[in-house]
């Protein structure tokens, strides 16, 4: 592709792009199609010699975009969601066409130091005390990872990384059943074992953390011989949006000399609205919180902030200094592939600086702010029916809900068969979840062009299928 074919190219994926987008609305949220009808469609082996872009569009076109589910779907309910907003979309087109690799200073100073900048715009915007710092990760598992080891190494004296854990004390980190599944997988990623993961119980409207339990399950293990690391707490839980006491938690990691990482990675956008911000109270006392712009704040994915109040921490964690990954002449310089686990990096702070300055935060809170008055307006309308029920209220934009199955019917089986025919239908796209043990439907407004209408439409869809499957 020669610089002509590449601007004629350019300029046609802008262009469909932008009629996807707005297209959208006229497309079912997930398609219709069967496992493996699109990897049949493909050609078994590599072509030998060169295609024309023509073509290659073409079957693009043909092929894969039928087999999309659409997450900028206005009417996308499900999950939370992964937010692109246009501007984004356009600093990603510059961002794809420069094709940085950002692991050090030298290799890309601008891509660093307008990082350094917007972290620290997003600690402002959130209400979080000077002396956290960051860095953009690529997802919250990442930055999960990163606090797990990172709370590992400060147990283990520094030692993990030299020694190994064999021989060390059985390390134990707490949380409750509400965490991100990503939680399980650092646990096992960082050597420390699911069985020691250790699930406190949750109490009240919002599944906090039983705090007493909490501090009762350290001191047994420590009298045990086991060796508390660090406690992971949750704001907006994936399946209800489960959210701890963040002060209460806090005061008991302190008390015990705990690391704490608080997984805030959907629910932290809605706190540049500060009348939300009681939802995180206390969230000053983490060592480190995780939150995700490329979920509910518009920034396209990937874009996941860690914030951190002891930088070294995580640096002496993670960094690997060979020679060839210095940068001469310089001290005090931030190489951010030192504070996470790849070595290689996107310039990821390149469309969270377009996406604020081109909506400001006042325009992004009035989104934020619309999606929860929306979504509690749903929720109270559904517990008005008489089939209906709310099975957990609103967290913010996200509630979840049961339909009535006829007496002797299975409940379970029931909702799952209506969260099934929702989707088959393809107006709306939810999700089902599992509350006390029972089937429940998901359900979160919070997709960056979704309107009043759209969740109007939800309520008419979830209805009308709900009487035609009773």
């Known amino acids: 592709m020669d610089n002509e074919e590449f601007r004629d190219w350019s300029r046609r994926a802008a262009?469909?792009?932008?009629?996807?987008?707005?297209?959208?609305?006229?497309?079912?949220?997930?398609?219709?199609?069967?496992?493996?009808e699109i990897f049949r469609s493909i050609e078994a082996s590599p072509p030998e010699t060169a295609e024309p872009i023509e073509k290659i569009f073409a079957d693009f076109e043909e092929k894969i975009v039928p087999g999309m589910t659409h997450w900028q779907h206005p009417r996308f309910f499900a999950y939370f969601p992964a937010n692109a907003a246009p501007v984004s979309v356009v600093a990603e087109y510059l961002v794809s066409a420069m094709a940085a690799q950002c692991m050090l200073w030298q290799t890309s100073p601008a891509a660093t130091e307008l990082e350094m900048r917007i972290v620290d715009w997003m600690r402002q915007a959130l209400g979080l005390p000077e002396g956290f710092s960051g860095v953009i990760q690529d997802s919250a598992s990442s930055a999960t990872l990163a606090a797990v080891l990172t709370m590992r190494e400060r147990a283990l004296d520094w030692q993990g990384n030299k020694q190994g854990l064999a021989g060390q004390a059985k390390l134990r980190?707490?949380?409750?059943?509400?965490?991100?599944?990503?939680?399980?997988?650092?646990?096992?990623?960082?050597?420390?074992?699911?069985?020691?993961?250790?699930?406190?119980?949750?109490?009240?409207?919002?599944?906090?953390?039983?705090?007493?339990?909490?501090?009762?399950?350290i001191v047994?293990?420590?009298e045990?011989?086991?060796?508390p690391a660090g406690i992971i707490a949750c704001v907006g839980g994936t399946s209800t949006g489960g959210t701890d006491d963040i002060a209460a938690v806090a005061a008991v990691a302190k008390r015990h000399g705990l690391y704490l990482h608080v997984d805030a990675a959907w629910a932290g956008s809605a706190m540049i609205c500060q009348e939300y911000r009681h939802f995180w109270a206390g969230v000053e006392g983490a060592d480190s919180i995780v939150f995700n712009p490329h979920k509910w704040l518009g920034a396209q994915f990937d874009c996941s902030i860690q914030f951190v109040r002891q930088p070294e921490d995580l640096v002496r964690t993670l960094?690997?200094?060979?020679?060839y990954l210095k940068t001469r002449g310089h001290d005090g310089i931030i190489n951010y592939s030192e504070w996470s686990v790849p070595l290689g990096r996107r310039f990821r702070a390149l469309k969270l600086w377009f996406l604020l300055r081109a909506h400001g935060l006042e325009g992004l809170r009035k989104m934020i702010r619309n999606h929860v008055a929306w979504?509690?307006?749903?929720?109270?309308?559904l517990a008005k029916e008489a089939d209906f029920e709310l099975v957990t209220e609103p967290m913010l934009s996200l509630f979840s809900f049961r339909h009535r199955a006829a007496p002797g019917a299975d409940a379970d089986e029931h909702n799952l068969r209506l969260v099934d025919a929702i989707n088959t239908d393809g107006r709306i796209y939810l999700t089902q979840t599992?509350?006390?043990?029972?089937?429940?439907?998901?359900?979160?407004?919070?997709?960056?062009?979704?309107?009043a209408a759209d969740v109007d439409m939800a309520f008419d869809v979830v209805t009308e299928i709900a009487r035609h499957l009773a």
């Open 15 to 36: 262009d469909w792009g932008v009629d996807y987008r707005a297209s959208l609305r006229d497309r079912p949220v997930r398609p219709a199609i069967a496992p493996g």
């Open 173 to 217: 980190v707490y949380s409750s059943d509400q965490v991100h599944t990503s939680i399980d997988r650092a646990i096992w990623v960082s050597g420390i074992g699911e069985e020691n993961l250790v699930r406190i119980p949750v109490a009240g409207r919002f599944r906090a953390m039983d705090t007493a339990a909490l501090e009762a399950a």
């Open 220 to 222: 047994a293990d420590r």
């Open 224 to 227: 045990a011989g086991l060796l």
């Open 375 to 381: 979504s509690e307006g749903l929720a109270e309308r």
């Open 319 to 323: 960094a690997i200094k060979p020679d």
């Open 434 to 451: 599992r509350v006390d043990g029972r089937v429940a439907i998901r359900f979160q407004a919070g997709q960056f062009e979704s309107t």
